[in-house]
DNA sequence: TTGTATGCGTTATCAT
DNA sequence: ATGATAACGCATACAA
């Protein structure tokens, strides 16, 4: 390994002076510059990133810290892809890298070892949940004056950094959607309240039933886990009682086409029998027949953002952001709910 | 930040004991080990993890490298959350972390940025293609000693860690299924060949189909990007021939139900009119409408192998790993190539 | 079984 | 504009 020492000596210059150099601090004369340049490059010098890391004392790592469960999807692969590729645009452009965790649930209560260990200068956090324990995990977290930033969840009562998409609002148009295109009876399959976005969404549907003048029937609200599989079950509870059903709104894409596919086997076909929109304008929703109406939430840029918020928290000096943000979601209709029986 | 120093005090020991004490080594009694532990307790002592990487001169991080395309996936997200998910399981097993690293195509000169930084000890690359570029990017890497393991991608004449699937044998099997079916007009929409898959898949198909006595008809030959809008602009050359068509097997699963879209459309449905079948058995496989026959391949335990394969590599004398191993692929009957002909 | 001493490759402070 | 040098927190070879 080539170190700043025989950069120094090469260039006929102290190893400060070469440091100088690669950090671009202080003035110096553009001849020395050169020279050291033209050293490092004859010996082929690339600084020791731990070393600096070291001295630094800091990482240069954003910790991403997912759910682990093994070969299970509990979310969609899309959901995290997107993230995954926002959050890496923004690091990117950092000079950051990003260092995975998978945390079981068994983990959950020991967030903070990646910090203790240094491993990590801040942390985006996918997939939390609100359950009694993960609350106490964050809180302990910022106490011990840890940086993170929540995707996609917040924490009523409590002051994370948090990005979130307008569930509440995309909710609402998809409900909206439906009423406009002359549905009434409208189901409502939905994912666990440990999700902030299952709430959110919860509110949106009976808002947009609300001010439609119509009221909310218990039975008609459904709740799977988010995986095909429930909203697939979901699907024999709704045969049922399909003499009270006119359109679907599900809290997912997969429940969505789960239910669909359930529905399709007794004879009711999404788009013509029944309307159905999904969230999260997953590739599902394009790939399923009928193609799924869908409300779009925009993962990459979320990912992107928290990155963003919670480096410049740790960096030196930079702007300030804003302590929850909530980006605008976007409804896509497509088969699934577009035939309508004759609209308002 | 509490040190090893501050310990070493409180337990009256030197910094070296706490050390051995942390890492396990040498002989030592169960009452110092005691105390140290006890004073580590109270005063809350985590070991640096940089100033360990500094000191062991290795990171202790695994560097996973995929291609980056803003917003496109040229991949299904599938295929990357399994990977990764296999390769987080054994880096976890290992007491390693995953650094993730999201390389453009201009970056792909540069492969060896990650090693030179020393910010990870070596590497999984996924999404590797095989062309002049990146053959001599990763030549270059192979001579400057710095480990890695391809996942899923073969370098033919080249001698790298690899960790691929059987697509030969899986093409194969999909194929006289289809023959066991009944059909005998079998065209092929594959991927670019800079995928090792790709030609493997097309060694499967042409075995399967000269065993059967067949002709390999170049009019049935298609090539798609490996998306789904491919497969779907693929449907309609096939619609053009469809009197020359019974079958038809997609080297992914995108492809196939972009085809099966794209002939729906035209009243042509998969199950009933033709059959199909994929590959990579992705979720996407089972959200189908029909659901779709695919070659399962074992990502997740690529993954975990290929991480196995290239820790053991650079690790204290681990057990050798082979070369390239090459794990099974599996079919899976469904929908979309039950139906039949009536059999041979 | 435990202590001592050296080195790891930077950053950053203080001189000059 | 540049040089000298003290940290940084730990691993480890060697001594005792």
Known sequence: MVTRKEVAELAHVSEATVSRVFNGLGPMKAATKERV?????????????????????????????????????????????????????????????????????????????????????????LGARDTESQRNSLIQLQEQGHSFCLVNQRFEGLSFLEVDADHVEGSYQAVRHLLAEGYQKI?????????????????????????????????????????????????????????????????????????????????????????????????????????LSSIGVPFFEMGKQAARAVLARVGHGAVEHELQVKLPTELIVRQSSRIGKGGV
Chains 1, 2 share one sequence.
């Not at 039933?209 to 909310?216: C, N, R």
């Not at 894409?253 to 788009?271: H, K, N, P, T």
Request: with cysteine; net charge negative; aromatic share 10%.
């Open 37 to 125: 340049l033209e050293a490092a490059k004859v010996l082929g010098y690339h600084p020791n990133a731990i070393a600096q890391s070291f001295a630094r004392r800091r990482s240069g790592n954003l910790g991403v810290i997912l759910p682990y469960m093994p070969k299970v999807h509990l979310f969609s692969a899309f959901y995290f892809a997107e993230i995954l590729s926002g959050i890496g645009e923004q690091v990117r452009e950092q000079g950051y890298d990003m260092l995975l965790s998978l945390l079981t649930p068994d983990d959950e209560l020991d967030y903070g070892r990646l910090y203790r260990s240094q491993k990590v200068d801040a942390c985006v956090i």
């Open 187 to 291: 189901a409502f399959l939905n994912g666990s309240p440990q999700y902030s976005n299952s709430l959110d969404r919860l509110h949106g549907y009976e808002k947009a039933m609300l001010e439609a003048g119509l009221t909310i029937e218990p039975e008609l609200m459904f709740e799977g886990n988010y995986s095909r599989t429930s909203g697939y079950e979901a699907a024999a509870k709704l045969w049922e009682m399909r003499d009270r059903v006119e359109a679907i709104f599900a809290a997912n894409d997969r429940m969505a086409i789960g239910l669909m596919q359930g529905l399709r086997e007794r004879g009711w076909v999404a788009g013509r029998d029944f309307a159905v929109i999904g969230c999260d304008n997953s590739d599902a929703a394009k790939l399923s027949d009928p193609p």
